[in-house]
């Protein structure tokens, strides 16, 4: 089992900057692979972006060259930094981490973005 808890949403106005922390614990040896989802109210839950263990990473085209992935691996933890956020990017953010035979996935954090 991977236990992944999501911190660092909030309230922020359009234009503005939030970063998103996951840490994941548990049996985290099968884990190949950690990002972030999304779900807006009314929507279908969407992928934001992934990195891979090597450090490979990819993005949904609506949130690339404003969000960027990374994450460290000695912690456990990948960051989701978002930049120039927009109102439709308001939605409940979703962890989740990725084994051979299983995805694991956070409570979720939500991101409003509003003025």
């Known amino acids: 089992q991977v236990q992944l808890v999501e911190s660092g949403g909030g309230l922020v106005q359009p234009g503005g900057s939030l970063k998103l922390s996951c840490v994941a614990s548990?049996?985290?040896?099968?884990?190949?692979?950690m990002g972030w989802y999304r779900q807006a109210p009314g929507k279908q839950r969407e992928l934001v972006a992934t990195?891979?263990?090597?450090?490979?990473?990819n993005y949904v085209d609506s949130v690339k060259g404003r969000f960027t992935i990374s994450g460290d691996n000695a912690k456990n933890t990948v960051y989701l930094q978002m930049n120039s956020l927009k109102p439709e990017d308001t939605a409940v953010y979703y962890c989740?981490?990725?084994?051979?035979?299983?995805?694991?996935w956070g409570r979720g954090t939500q991101v409003t973005v509003s003025s």
């Open positions: 989740h981490a990725a084994s051979s035979s299983y995805l694991y």
């Open positions: 548990g049996s985290i040896e099968s884990i190949f692979r």
């Open positions: 990195r891979t263990r090597g450090g490979s990473t």
